[in-house]
């Protein structure tokens, strides 16, 4: 009874120390993401977290924030350079108003498997590091969502087809694709999907299978037309200053841990692509290999957004392109 005691006290003295069981610099950190807990971005984060509190045995835990609960998916980037949060996910794309490099993978038909997906990360990656990094941010991770399709209510056979619809979006590449086919883009983040197609406010999007079957496409849409358009990613940055903090073993551990996240968070994106689709089909959307005339047409809008990307992006531009083609 008396050692028990004692124990207990021990242990209050620590906890109110902010040192439970005897770690002396015990951390916790806060990590906003954007999207639900089920979409597998999600899921390897969770472990990620995991792996980061064991190999540091509770040193660092890392409680995530999914669905843009604790910032919204906007104001993640700026929360994590200005020191709110230590670390956070966003979708790289969205910021290719900043910056042409951060928005290459979005792209329309410019690498639209993960092979050239990965190379263009290859090329693409010291760009983003130098970039952010003047930020005070440095990238731990990056994943990629499976290819990009088209989903509307209707059959599209021609980019004629798209005209006139109210097409959801996510960021400024996909808007301006979206208004060069002829088509209105109203930006909506994945956890108001439903809400925005069962209130009229958009009839169509682009997005992944993952995205399309997590939001039930099939209430409100009938089919799925695999364009395989793009390969978007998403990111995971720290605060520089908050990473340095960190004493060596604990840095470390959350190297490895992301190194992990990156190599698992690729196999299970390329997992996602046929047990996704495999649900949209279960489901009632029909599935629809698109018409050679409707990928000339798209192309066509995506050849003519790369030269404009081109003349944006200057010296990096020129060099993340010259990486990716050799
Ligand atoms: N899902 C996210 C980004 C790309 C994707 O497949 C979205 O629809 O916003």
Known sequence: MRLLKSFGLVMTVCAAAGAPFGLANAATWDMPTPYP???FHTVNINQFAKDVDQATGGGLTIKVHSAGSLFKHKEIKSAVRSGQVPIGEFFLGLLANEHPAFGIDTQ?????????????????????????EKQGLQPLFS????????????????????KGLKFRTYNPTLAQFVKL?????TQVQVPDIPQAF????VEAMITSPSTGANSKAWDFLSHYTDIQAWVPKNIVVVNKR??????????????QAARAAEKRGWQMSRAETATKTAILKDNGLKIVAPSSELMKGLRAVGAAMLKDWQKSSAAEGASILSAYRK
């Open 198 to 201: 069962s209130t009229g406010r």
């Open 37 to 39: 807990d089920k979409t």
């Open 242 to 255: 908050a990473f340095r903090k960190l004493d060596a073993a604990t840095q470390k551990a959350v190297l």
């Open 143 to 162: 994943v990629p969502w499976p290819p990009q399709g088209l989903y509307t209510k209707k059959e599209i056979a021609s980019v004629e087809d798209l």
């Open 181 to 185: 086919v002829g088509a209105a883009p």
């Open 108 to 132: 329309p038909f410019l690498a639209t498997n993960y092979d050239d997906a990965a190379r263009l990360w290859s090329a693409q990656s010291p760009v983003v590091v130098k970039l952010l």
